[in-house]
């Protein structure tokens, strides 16, 4: 076998074992049905922008929204009730829907689940406010995978990026 033979098949031998274990992890499963996080049928303008923290998040409001309700937009278990004071998120609840996938709902005027609690999609969670480091009422919202936040699947159709879109809840 020539000298440059060997050398390609050496190669290809170091290169399989790194691609399947490249392949072979980090891999989730499929993501919940996410829902829009408030009662069937109410209609919500949602914003993206570039300066946003995390930048994938999507902010809800409509007229008058303090106090209207939000609901879990897939089902899991509340893993996170928070309450950074007047920074930040401010009332904030964290809930784990399986294999990676977590959702964030910020800035609540009240929270009306407890950590470890199960929650079905459509279950109301809380309240929206106006808390932490917010300007105004809305609800902050994210998905994340693996601990990062993600662009956002709502209907089964991805949010729009960014600007601002009216969308209508189908968490019936």
Not at 28 to 44: E, I, K, T, Y
Not at 115 to 140: D, E, F, K, P, W
């Amino acid at each position: 076998m020539s000298s440059k033979r060997l050398a390609a098949v050496l190669a290809g031998a170091v290169v399989a074992p790194v691609l399947t274990v490249v392949v072979g992890t980090g891999s989730a499963s499929a993501a919940p049905a996410f829902q829009m996080p408030f009662p069937c049928g109410q209609v919500w303008s949602g914003q993206t922008r570039t300066n946003h923290n995390p930048q994938l998040s999507l902010d809800f409001n409509r007229a008058n929204d303090e106090g209207d309700i939000v609901d879990a937009s897939a089902a899991g278990t509340v893993t996170v009730v928070g309450n950074t004071g007047s920074t930040s998120y401010g009332r904030w609840i964290e809930i784990d829907h399986g294999g990676g996938w977590r959702t964030r709902y910020a800035h609540l005027s009240a929270q009306r689940v407890s950590v470890g609690q199960r929650v079905t999609r459509g279950q109301q969670i809380g309240n929206v406010g106006n808390t932490g480091g917010s300007t105004g009422a809305h609800l902050h919202y994210e998905q994340r995978l693996n601990g990062a936040a993600v662009r956002i699947v709502l209907n089964g159709a991805t949010a729009l990026y960014y600007g601002t879109r009216s969308y209508t809840s189908r968490n019936c």
